[in-house]
């Protein structure tokens, strides 16, 4: 079965330290993989995606993601966390490449920074 | 562009009312999308609707809740009757062909007592 798993329910992290939120998804083919973020009584923003090239992927608000197809993961980073960045964190995939077809999303990982 | 719309922001009703929620997609997008999202489930695909075409609706949960899109700027999620274990934020999304990602709306919070 397709799908994505964020194993961790929440992430503290000290405001200034690097963080890591992780993701490892099952999908058959090359998937499109996507970050999104969820503050307070709002809707999903998008952070980044990965299509193909780069396995580093750099988006939005210096968050960055690294693509592992051996270990199927897409893990979330940032060098340096603010405390701005305290909210939930989805991480999302395409099954099928090229074409089109519905976002999978994991159960979402709430990060919690610090100061 | 003003991104997704959607109205109520929030909606309270009694058990056995119907419910319409509703949407306007980003001008120019041909994909919509309707989630809904609770603590139990997190993020449900209820249905997605391409060039105004409902392309798979499997995660509706039953017969109360129907969805429609008669134009490309505009679509509704109903349910008739509502049920409290239906209270939940509801959000539409909606995309360009090409996978580039998902524009959410800020969503409606339904709570059904």
């Known amino acids: 079965a397709q799908s994505v798993a964020q194993p961790e329910d929440q992430v503290n992290v000290a405001e200034g330290n690097p963080l890591t939120v992780k993701c490892t998804y099952s999908?058959?083919?090359?998937?499109?993989l996507f970050w999104y973020v969820q503050y307070p009584n709002r809707g999903l923003q998008f952070l980044l995606k990965?299509?193909?090239?780069?396995?580093l992927v750099k988006g939005s608000y210096g968050f960055e993601a690294e693509f592992n197809k051996s270990q199927t993961s897409f893990h979330l980073k940032k060098p340096s966390a603010l405390v701005s960045d305290s909210a939930l964190y989805f991480c999302?995939?395409?099954?099928?490449?090229?074409?089109?077809?519905?976002?999978?999303f994991g159960a979402g990982t709430r990060l919690a920074v610090h100061p | 562009d003003a991104g997704v719309i959607q109205s109520p922001r929030h909606e309270v009703t009694e058990m056995g009312q119907e419910v319409t929620l509703r949407c306007k997609p980003i001008?120019?997008?041909?994909?919509l999308f309707w989630y809904r999202q609770t603590m139990m489930r997190g993020l449900e695909l209820l249905i997605y609707?391409?060039?105004?075409?409902?392309?798979?609706d499997s995660g509706m949960p039953e017969d109360r809740f129907s969805a429609k899109m008669p134009n490309a700027s505009f679509s509704t999620l109903k349910i008739q009757p509502s049920e409290p274990r239906d209270s939940a934020v509801y959000f539409c999304?909606?995309?360009?062909?090409?996978?580039?990602?998902?524009?959410f709306g800020s969503g409606t919070r339904l709570t059904v007592v």
């Open positions: 990965y299509i193909t090239g780069d396995n």
């Open positions: 999304a909606s995309s360009l062909r090409g996978n580039y990602g998902y524009t």
């Open positions: 609707f391409n060039n105004n075409v409902p392309i798979d």
């Open positions: 999302a995939v395409s099954p099928i490449s090229g074409g089109y077809n519905k976002l999978i």
């Open positions: 999908v058959s083919g090359n998937p499109y």
């Open positions: 001008s120019g997008h041909d994909y």
